[in-house]
């Protein structure tokens, strides 16, 4: 059971903060079950959620983790999809955000990003699916990380970025001294 303060992810609505727990006073909900009270941290409004749902809710991952994580950015291989059906596109990219772990989700931006990257060199643009969930994938992230790192969701991609960059200078002079 989550506590009043804990920021979990919530389905599909990415991070979210539970501001309160117990009995909620709306007509039609049955006023001896418990509910969260969540507030979307990158929208406006509340979600009421039985205690006992069956929709995903998991704990934001640790400082630790985020920093594991982006280690492993660079070394992350492109998922295969050569699908061009719009519609099929969407199935194989929602069955990652279905997982709601992070490293699926840096994958679909992992992947669309490369994808982007190629389709430059060929005069090509991305699809609008492939826009859809790089949006959907990159907001997932810059939410959950910006939590986890204290700092504004706008920066979270410029802190990604540097973290790499300082991570492969280390590896260079590691190579260099031995």
């Given at each position: 059971?989550?506590?009043?303060?804990?920021?979990?992810?919530?389905?599909?609505?990415?991070?979210?903060?539970?501001?309160?727990?117990?009995?909620?006073?709306?007509?039609?909900?049955?006023?001896?079950?418990?509910?969260?009270?969540?507030?979307?941290?990158?929208?406006?409004?509340?979600?009421?959620?039985?205690?006992?749902?069956?929709?995903?809710?998991?704990?934001?991952?640790?400082?630790?983790?985020?920093?594991?994580?982006?280690?492993?950015?660079?070394?992350?291989?492109?998922?295969?999809?050569?699908?061009?059906?719009?519609?099929?596109?969407?199935?194989?990219?929602?069955?990652?955000?279905?997982?709601?772990?992070?490293?699926?989700?840096?994958?679909?931006?992992?992947?669309?990003?490369?994808?982007?990257?190629?389709?430059?060199?060929?005069?090509?643009?991305?699809?609008?699916?492939?826009?859809?969930?790089?949006?959907?994938?990159?907001?997932?992230?810059?939410?959950?990380?910006?939590?986890?790192?204290?700092?504004?969701?706008?920066?979270?991609?410029?802190?990604?970025?540097?973290?790499?960059?300082?991570?492969?200078?280390?590896?260079?002079?590691d190579d260099i001294k031995h």
């Amino acid at each position: 059971m989550y506590k009043i303060g804990d920021f979990i992810i919530y389905g599909n609505n990415g991070v979210c903060e539970v501001e309160g727990i117990g009995a909620i006073n709306i007509s039609g909900v049955n006023k001896t079950k418990s509910y969260y009270t969540l507030k979307p941290v990158s929208e406006n409004g509340k979600i009421f959620v039985p205690v006992d749902t069956s929709v995903f809710m998991r704990g934001i991952i640790t400082y630790e983790e985020v920093q594991q994580l982006i280690k492993r950015i660079p070394s992350i291989k492109e998922i295969e999809c050569k699908e061009k059906n719009a519609r099929l596109l969407q199935v194989y990219y929602t069955k990652f955000l279905e997982t709601h772990k992070c490293i699926d989700l840096l994958s679909i931006i992992s992947s669309i990003y490369d994808k982007k990257a190629n389709g430059i060199i060929n005069g090509k643009k991305l699809c609008q699916t492939d826009e859809k969930f790089m949006k959907i994938a990159t907001g997932l992230i810059n939410d959950e990380f910006s939590i986890v790192l204290g700092i504004p969701k706008n920066d979270v991609q410029t802190y990604i970025k540097e973290k790499i960059e300082k991570n492969e200078s280390k590896i260079l002079i590691d190579d260099i001294k031995h």
